[in-house]
């Protein structure tokens, strides 16, 4: 499958669009503001601030790395906005700069006495009593001494490499006799947990628990000082697109971003010496405009596991995803009929993964009468991944099991592997992705010999095969046993797995082959007075698409969107983008699902689309997505229901201004989509036409 010509880039005012690493910031803002939110559950505040800090990790490791490598390179060029490479790296410090500030902030000055005051203290070494301290030096002692290296820098030990997001002591000492200063580096075990536990609710840093016992790691020496720092490094290896071996070079490439990317960012506290400073910033060779300066603790991601503590107040109320009443019947459900009856649409984590998706294809690996199950795996999970383990064992069963494995998942490359050699040894069809493409498609195909004939069953979703995200990501999920959809999902699969040429579907819209054709031609269909534009999505990056959307805007046409992560469409822009809105709904579930809506609510004309594509070119020119053209009348009318609860939401929604900054929207009627998704679960799981 290759791609079209791409449309090129079209050449006009910067004013036109925002910044995409700079709209990222600003999702991430977002996300911060749950964490600043004194309404919000006190763990929940914590958990914002730990998602925080991870993303902001991961928006190092690949999006600041990337644009330092093309400086690296000799690669100058300008994003859609008309800024080049180091003027988005300045606009990124500046920002990641206050943001870092407000997260400290935050901690220090509200959560933490927050906790203190519900009885989850976290205690600085100096404040403890003598008892704590010799709790914690027995600690010390039995687990986390045997597991650390000091390592001296001198003629006869150059400085050593710092692994990635690793946290870790800068120390100085010196000797007592020659009175010679050394530097030497401690890393703070990565398996260890990030705070430790004096008891059940109180917690000590682990490298204030190491700091204070230097002593035992450098006897005989005086130890002058120490400061904890942090490196994140370049963590976005791609893959050569000639690589024989996927499966191995995917294996080196991991090797790589463990052991050999660039230094991309450096953080340190307040309290380190400008020398010891200075030695880090030479040997790591990184600028001072690499180095992030944290007033408090570094490493805030380490607070996830904060949230585990059994404090069931101090969360969100607990919400047991649904089954709907059309998929109930446990172990004795018969997905093959109710499929036959309509399709049926999932509303995950609303609706249990579990009972729908996943017992849907454990079902289909139990029935005799399935001969074929065929799989698109993106994002497969761990250990607990149930859907692999039904492909294992309709393997295992005789039955044929093809699955489109793609190892480029970003960050979830060792899990891929790992279950992709799983499927093999039980005797699954393993296909690695395209060449030159990742496959992000989530589609599902069972073909199954009945008393009439072959019949198939599918299902076509925005969300990844994954049952710890499907408890945390809001996705939209069609099972359906239509004849016409099934056949062009069995061209479709068989395109992939084997050599065939793409074709233009009616119910499927494929990237990259037609996808942005057929997109922009439903934004056109629309661009007159009273067309009507609505669509959901995580990310409108792709600069034809936006322009597109400014050019129905402008023949009269009303586009709502609801983006929830980058946006580098400027809203409500007189002359530009009058009739456009754009929110974002951030909160306790992380949006996921795509819709697209062209024309009226609920008219027979109108276009209903779904599925795995964002409105980004590499989802668009570089991965195999797949979008499906709705036409089932209870699926568009959900649909429609979705749209109008996310643009009635008034807690958790912000708006985009027209000089590119969000608001928050202000609370008038209490509508909370997350809230009112999960009250909409629970009534259909009482009503079998639901």
């Known amino acids: ?51 925080f800090s991870s993303n902001l990790d991961e928006y190092f490791q690949v999006r600041v790395s990337g644009l330092k490598e093309q400086i690296a390179l000799g690669v100058r060029s300008t994003s859609p906005d008309g800024l080049d490479q180091v003027e988005q790296l300045r606009g990124i410090r500046s920002r990641v700069e206050d943001l870092v500030a407000r997260q400290s902030a935050v901690f220090t000055k509200e959560v933490l006495p927050a906790l203190e005051a519900v009885g989850i203290r976290f205690a600085e070494w100096d404040e403890l009593t003598d008892d704590d301290r010799a709790r914690l030096s027995h600690e010390f002692d039995e687990r986390i001494y045997p597991v650390l290296t000091p390592l001296a820098v001198d003629p006869a030990h150059p400085f050593p490499y710092i692994s990635n997001l690793s946290l870790n002591l800068a120390v100085v000492v010196r000797n007592p006799v020659s009175g010679e200063e050394r530097f030497a580096r401690v890393k703070v075990p990565p398996l260890l947990p990030r705070f430790v536990a004096l008891d059940k609710e109180r917690f000590v840093p682990l490298e204030q628990v190491i700091a204070a016992h230097l002593s035992t790691l450098f006897p005989g020496m005086e130890v002058l000082g120490h400061h904890a720092f942090r490196v994140t490094r ?99 459900a018969d997905f093959f009929w109710t499929m036959r009856g309509g399709d049926v ?34 994002r497969t999970g761990g250990d607990e ?18 699955a489109l494995v793609e190892l480029k998942a970003r960050f979830d490359e060792q899990a891929n592997i790992q279950r992709a050699r799983q499927l093999e040894q039980a005797g699954a069809h393993v296909v690695y992705g395209l060449v030159g493409l990742k496959t992000h498609a989530k589609t599902l195909l069972v073909v199954r010999q009945e008393a009439d004939g072959i019949r198939r069953y599918c299902h076509v979703g925005t969300g990844n095969y994954n049952p710890k995200t499907a408890t945390l990501y809001e996705d939209l999920g069609i099972l359906s046993a239509d004849p016409e959809l099934n056949a062009e999902l069995s061209e479709l699969f068989n395109h992939l797995t084997g050599y065939s040429r793409p074709r233009e579907y009616k119910r499927l819209i494929v990237a990259p082959t037609h996808a942005r054709a057929r997109l922009l031609d439903l934004i056109a269909g629309q661009a007159h007075p009273g067309g009507q534009i609505t669509m959901k999505m995580n990310a409108l990056v792709d600069s034809v698409l936006v322009d597109a959307l400014y050019d129905a805007s402008a023949a009269g046409a009303r586009v709502d969107l609801v983006v929830r992560g980058i946006c580098c469409l400027r809203a409500g822009v007189p002359g530009l983008s009058d009739n456009i809105t754009v929110r974002s709904i951030v909160g306790r579930y992380l949006e996921h699902s795509r819709i697209f809506r062209f024309g009226e609510p609920g008219a027979d004309d109108t276009e209903y689309v779904t599925g795995s594509a964002d409105l980004m070119p590499r989802n668009l020119d570089k991965r195999v997505e797949v979008l499906l053209r709705v036409t089932d009348p209870r ?9 109008d609860i996310n643009f009635a939401d008034d807690v958790l929604a912000w708006e985009l201004q027209p000089d590119g900054t969000w608001r928050k929207i202000p609370t008038v009627h209490g509508v909370e989509s997350h809230l009112r998704f999960q009250e909409l679960a629970v009534a259909r799981a009482h009503v079998r036409d639901g």
Request: glycine share 4%.
């Open 635 to 643: 699926t568009r009318a959900r649909f429609d229901e979705v749209l």
């Open 1 to 51: 499958m290759s791609p079209p010509d791409v449309v090129g880039e079209p050449v006009d005012s910067a004013a036109r669009y925002l910044n995409r690493e700079l709209s990222w910031l600003d999702f991430n803002a977002r996300v911060l503001a749950l964490a600043e939110d004194p309404e919000q559950p006190l763990l929940e505040r914590v958990k914002f601030l730990a998602i």
């Open 345 to 378: 649409l999932v509303h995950h984590p609303y609706d249990s993964f579990a009972t729908s998706i996943e017992a849907f294809v454990a079902q289909a690996a139990r029935d005799p009468a399935v001969l074929a199950i065929k799989q698109t795996l993106y």
């Open 234 to 332: 370049d963590a976005d290896f791609e893959l050569a697109d000639d690589a024989e071996d996927l499966l191995a070079a995917m294996e080196l490439v991991l090797r790589q971003r463990t052991k050999f990317g660039a230094a991309v960012r450096l953080e340190v506290d307040t309290r380190m010496a400008p020398d010891v400073l200075d030695v880090l910033v030479r040997e790591l060779e990184v600028t001072p405009a690499d180095v992030t300066v944290v007033d408090g603790p570094l490493d805030l991601a380490g607070l996830t596991a904060l949230y585990d503590l059994r404090r069931p107040e101090l969360k969100y109320p607990r919400f047991a995803p649904q089954t709907p009443a059309v998929l109930a019947g446990g172990d004795d």
């Open 385 to 402: 991944a149930g859907i692999v383990s039904s492909l294992v064992e309709a393997a295992e069963a005789g039955k044929q099991v093809v």
